[in-house]
C-alpha cells in the first residue's frame, strides 16, 4: 500500500514546495523567508520521496526478475 502512494505523495510535495518557492521568491513581504524555506522543504521531501520509491520498485523488480530466472 505504501508503495502505490509514494509516487501520488511525492508529486504533490514537489508541486506544493514549486508553488511555496515561486511564490516566495515573486514577491517581497514579511512571510517570504518562511514561504521560501518551506518550500525548500517540500520540494526535498519530495525529491527524498520519489527517490526512496524509485529505488524499492528497482529492488523488488531485481528480486522478481532473478526469482523468474530460476
Request: charged share 15%; net charge positive.
Amino acid at each position: 500500500m505504501r508503495d502505490t502512494m509514494v509516487p501520488l505523495l511525492a508529486c504533490l510535495f514537489l508541486i506544493a514546495g514549486a508553488l511555496l518557492l515561486y511564490d516566495g521568491f515573486s514577491t517581497s513581504d514579511l512571510s517570504q523567508t518562511a514561504k521560501v524555506i518551506g518550500g525548500a522543504v517540500f520540494l526535498a521531501l519530495g525529491l527524498v520521496s520519489l527517490w526512496l520509491g524509485v529505488k524499492n520498485w528497482w529492488k523488488w523488480r531485481t528480486v522478481y526478475n532473478e526469482s523468474r530466472n530460476e
